[in-house]
């Protein structure tokens, strides 16, 4: 709810450009980031990690076969985690080849060669930035990461982000339960949302049998029933109980650009009884991945505080009633 919203310093209905504006140039990288900052957005979204030298960088994936040419330059490890190269071995990788490849309406030859990143210069632009965007940090399998969350408020509090009146400016979020506790005792005051999603053990199953080899997430969810109310708020206030101060759940799309941004979206956990009973726990609801004019109206009027969005320009116009 807006009144929650501004105590803790968030934007209400607040645009997180997810990766960057990664509908328009290629996820995790200096221009997504930097169009993030020309529209207008809230805050630059990141999923961080750590090379195996110790600088944390923004990456997705568990590996970098989708978004890099690592099958060129390293065809032997593709399949290896992030943590395996150092920082010089990744600066080696083309991360923005692929997305011209796969989107050439939106292809620029400026992508052709674009480097990973790292957290300080996603940092850099948000600083650089003239309406100055806070950053959402996601700690990403940060099973494989022991430390993350310690190395990451060393990082913040050395550019000065953990200081008193940088409050609302840096979001922490994790699907992860051992890293929200990890967040939580590492930097107590530092907003905090956990992520939902359908396989955490909160929604009762039809079929309690795990996803078969030859079935697509999407047909694995869509066998599963709603969400229960009494499973939904036990989700709820674990979140509330481990410090959060909101949730952020996955949506149904009306409709999608691309197979890319509908494979990752098949469950409601944003009903309005769920934004409804998220509020009345005093937690707020940061959602995902929403890219559509139609689904951000709809989930504003649903109350919703706030979108994680491939598409930050088309939020930002949206929301603001352009
Ligand atoms: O980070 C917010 C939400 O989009 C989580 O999904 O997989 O894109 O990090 P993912
Ligand atoms: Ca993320």
Redesign the pocket.
């Known amino acids: 709810d807006s009144a929650l919203s501004e105590k803790l310093g968030i934007a209400d209905h607040a645009v997180i450009a997810?990766r960057g504006d990664s509908y328009n140039a290629p996820e995790s990288t200096l221009p997504a980031y930097q169009l993030a900052c020309e529209v207008g957005a809230d805050y630059l979204?990141l999923?961080l990690q750590r090379t195996k030298d110790g600088k944390l960088i923004a990456v997705?994936d568990d590996n970098l076969k989708r978004n890099t040419n690592i099958e060129t330059v390293y065809p032997e490890r593709a399949d290896d985690p992030v943590n395996t190269f150092t920082w010089a071995e990744l600066e080696k990788l083309d991360a923005g080849s692929w997305f011209n490849e796969s989107y050439p309406e939106r292809a620029r030859e400026s992508f052709r060669g674009l480097k990973l990143v790292t957290l300080d210069q996603v940092r850099e632009i948000a600083e650089g930035c003239a309406h100055q965007p806070g950053l959402y940090i996601?700690t990403?399998v940060p099973e494989f990461f022991p430390g993350i969350e310690k190395d990451l408020k060393d990082d913040l509090t050395k550019h000065g982000w953990l200081d008193d009146d940088a409050k609302g400016k840096v979001i922490l979020?994790t699907f992860n339960k051992s890293s929200l506790e990890t967040l939580q005792s590492v930097m107590p005051t530092v907003p905090k949302i956990l992520?939902l999603w359908a396989g955490d053990g909160y929604i009762p199953t039809k079929d309690s049998a795990p996803k078969a080899d030859d079935e697509s997430y999407a047909e694995y969810y869509a066998r599963q029933e709603v969400a229960s109310k009494e499973g939904y708020a036990e989700w709820l206030d674990y979140a509330k109980q481990h410090g959060a101060i909101g949730v952020?759940p996955s949506t149904i799309q009306t409709q999608h650009d691309d197979a890319w941004s509908s494979q990752?979206s098949y469950m409601e956990l944003a009903a309005p009884w769920m934004v409804e009973m998220s509020h009345e726990k005093d937690l707020l609801m940061h959602v995902?991945?929403v890219d559509q004019a139609v689904d951000f109206e709809r989930y504003r009027d649903r109350g919703v505080d706030g979108f994680?969005t491939n598409r930050p320009n088309l939020a930002v116009k949206t929301l603001s009633g352009g």
């Open positions: 997810h979204e999923d997705h996601e990403k979020q992520l952020g990752f995902y991945t994680f």
